[in-house]
């Protein structure tokens, strides 16, 4: 990434005080649309963790390698060097250039309960968002079916044929009143480090992302 290059007449790199590191981690996730519990699953660290960085409290070089991976850096190691402190101008430029730091998946509208329960299933780790300020009503519903979709992500291996059905027919409750209220979701998946597949027991580990839009303006492909 650009911020990290130590090329600026501003002064030499160097390490970040754990302030400074603490205010970039808790950045990036926001700029990610992450919550702590949706970047632990991603990096496959307790919330604790990640916790006590964004405190101010750690800077664990295996913490901070693990954090690096989870948000798509090439060199994972990229917390752990000194790095160059911008002057503000070079802040506000990088601030401009920050979303095209980001990975850019391919996105497809969620349409059916069925479709949602099978990627969730098929997901090693999960990440929830908004794309916009949806409203009490819509909110409220949002976050009840993401917290369903939660649940059943835990515990869906101890339900019957039956049960996953029925939940199946429960999401698509959530999905269409969701619609009623003009928000679409939207998703895109990505393949995660063989390092996830080795902790999760999975061959093919990956991660799914579930973003609410305005109804009739979902794209075709999102950063994250």
Do not use: C
């Not at 790199?13 to 702590?36: D, F, H, N, V």
């Amino acid at each position: 990434m650009t911020n990290f290059q130590p090329q600026s007449q501003s002064g030499s790199p160097r390490m970040l005080t754990l302030t400074e590191l603490a205010a970039l981690i808790k950045g990036y996730r926001k700029l990610k649309q992450l919550s702590q519990e949706e970047l632990a699953e991603l990096s496959s660290l307790p919330i604790d963790q990640i916790d006590l960085v964004e405190n101010g409290q750690s800077s664990d070089p295996d913490t901070l390698r693990a954090l690096g991976q989870a948000f798509g850096f090439a060199d994972i190691d990229v917390f752990n060097k000194p790095i160059h402190i911008p002057t503000g101008q070079e802040s506000a430029e990088e601030a401009d250039s920050l979303e095209s730091e980001g990975l850019k998946l391919e996105a497809f509208v969620l349409t059916t309960g069925e479709a949602l329960g099978e990627l969730v299933m098929q997901s090693s780790a999960l990440a929830v968002s908004r794309s916009f300020e949806l409203g009490m009503q819509a909110d409220k519903v949002f976050e009840a079916l993401t917290d369903y979709v939660r649940e059943y992500r835990e515990y869906f291996e101890e339900y019957s044929a039956t049960r996953i059905s029925d939940i199946h027919a429960e999401f698509q409750e959530y999905l269409a009143e969701l619609k009623s209220l003009d928000v679409s979701i939207s998703y895109a998946t990505r393949d995660l480090p063989a390092e996830t597949a080795q902790e999760k027991g999975s061959p093919h580990p990956t991660a799914l992302y579930l973003v609410a839009f305005p109804l009739g303006e979902e794209p075709d492909s999102f950063l994250v």
